[in-house]
């Protein structure tokens, strides 16, 4: 059975960093392109990133541009999201995403 388990989520302050990461699990997924989404309260869920199989081409959401950073490590079948520089405006549940297969989320809450 195919699952994705996201982890590293927490409280941190305005200007901290955290760091996401995503363990695929039940198939190989080295192939594939991975994906971050988040959802804040009250909005929908929107795109934060995305890598290709090889890590050749990444893509960022504009609002995070600069200060999030996306990575893989395929032998491991594990993604990981460095965020730097976090606002309040950050604050949701991230997701870990490949194809039609997602995680349960893990909460990121940034402080003012």
């Known amino acids: 059975q195919v699952q994705l388990v996201e982890s590293g989520g927490g409280l941190v302050q305005a200007g901290g960093s955290l760091r996401l990461s995503c363990a695929a699990s039940?198939?190989?997924?080295?192939?594939?392109?991975m994906n971050w989404f988040r959802q804040a309260p009250g909005k929908e869920r929107e795109f934060v990133a995305s890598?290709?199989?090889?890590?050749?081409?990444?893509t960022y959401a504009d609002s995070v541009k600069g200060r999030f950073a996306i990575s893989r490590d395929n032998v491991r079948n594990t993604m990981y999201l460095q965020m730097n520089s976090l606002k309040p405006e950050d604050t949701a549940v991230y997701y870990c995403?490949?194809?039609?297969?997602w995680g349960k989320g893990t909460l990121v809450t940034v402080s003012s």
């Open positions: 995403n490949i194809m039609s297969t």
């Open positions: 039940g198939r190989t997924f080295s192939l594939y392109a």
């Open positions: 890598i290709s199989w090889r890590s050749d081409t990444t």
